[in-house]
């Protein structure tokens, strides 16, 4: 079977004993890439090959990476590294502690079955890039008659996968109510309240340069809120908020009650570039309008909602996303 998007069909065709393919794409649920700065590292294959690269160039699989200079090009392999074997990897060692591992090709056992991952590119069509498509061909022919691969999937790792498919999600998108505070008002005055009237608040998008604009001139406190309907099928599960990264500490409100936030006025925690998250399961309306309040501080350069923001009723630690959404 060729896909470019698992489903729990798949997983469970998997676990019989089937052979799968997966293609990574844009697709919801396809194994979920990240981008990489190609010059903080180096690609990295089997020095003595058992499998797919006795038949294929190892200069091919390189020529058929999705990059130049970076790009949403890697599976990110901290979870996975001791489940997998990698055909081909990105090995990124610049200005880290230790070594972290990227793959762009592997093959692994899952349950009874066999699952090759391919980020490379093979997606134009045979004639715009006759290379990936035959690269296809034979990673078929590996898969069915190829040796098993020595490293096999932990039984937590697929649970997380079903999780991930069986999960639902709600986009946090479009423009917020935005507000300064630097006299630091807002909780005197009800700025969290469900029944706050924002009205003359500005229109503001997390991660636009609007926003890189307003913060770069001012350090301080500012509020952002949004008004959104949660799914009445949501109520009786674990429903959480993601937030892919606040400039620089964060407190959440929902409708009025202080949900949770993340970092510290000293400095020594900050959730810039780090995914946190909050349980929402006993503060929301499901079936109804929730009001969201997000009172940010950041003390240098740029803030705000810089990150992505979704809730899911699935997993919501980076390790175990192993999906796009």
């Known amino acids: 079977m060729v896909t470019d998007a698992s489903t729990p069909g798949i997983v469970d065709y998997l676990k019989e004993g089937g052979r799968v393919l997966h293609l990574v794409s844009e697709t919801r649920g396809a194994f979920q890439t990240e981008g990489t700065w190609f010059l903080r590292g180096t690609v990295w294959a089997p020095p003595n090959p058992s499998n797919i690269l006795e038949r294929v160039p190892g200069q091919l699989l390189q020529d058929l990476q999705l990059f130049e200079l970076g790009g ?162 949501w109520k009786g599960q674990r429903v959480h908020i993601i937030f892919e990264s606040v400039d620089d500490l964060y407190e959440l409100y929902v409708n009025g009650e202080k949900a949770g936030g993340y970092g510290s006025l000293d400095r020594s925690e900050s959730s810039y570039q780090q995914r946190t998250w909050v349980d929402l399961s006993e503060k929301l309306h499901f079936g109804r309008d929730n009001v969201l309040a997000v009172r940010v501080y950041d003390w240098v350069g740029a803030g705000g909602l810089n990150g992505k923001v979704w809730m899911t009723t699935g997993p919501v630690e980076k390790k175990w996303d192993l999906l796009r959404r």
């Not at 997606?123 to 020595?150: D, I, K, M």
């Open 72 to 233: 949403e090009a890697v599976l990110r392999g901290e979870t996975l590294w001791d489940q997998v074997e990698p055909l081909l990897m990105f090995v990124e060692t610049h200005d880290l502690r230790r070594v972290r591992p990227n793959f762009l090709l592997f093959a692994c056992n899952v349950g009874r079955g066999k699952l090759v991952v391919s980020c490379l590119r093979h997606q134009e069509g045979r004639e715009e890039n006759y290379a990936g498509f035959w690269l296809a061909r034979e990673l078929l022919h590996f898969l069915w008659l190829g040796p098993p691969p020595v490293f096999s999937w932990k039984e937590e790792t697929i649970a997380a996968l079903r999780s991930s498919l069986y999960a639902d999600i709600l986009k946090v998108e479009g423009p917020w109510r935005f507000r300064k505070d630097p006299e630091k008002v807002g909780l005197k005055e009800g700025w969290e309240r469900e029944a706050f009237d924002d009205d003359t608040w500005n229109s503001l998008s997390g991660g636009s340069r609007e926003e890189s604009e307003i913060w770069y001139g001012y350090d301080g406190w500012g509020w952002y809120r949004k008004t959104l309907k949660v799914p009445r099928s």
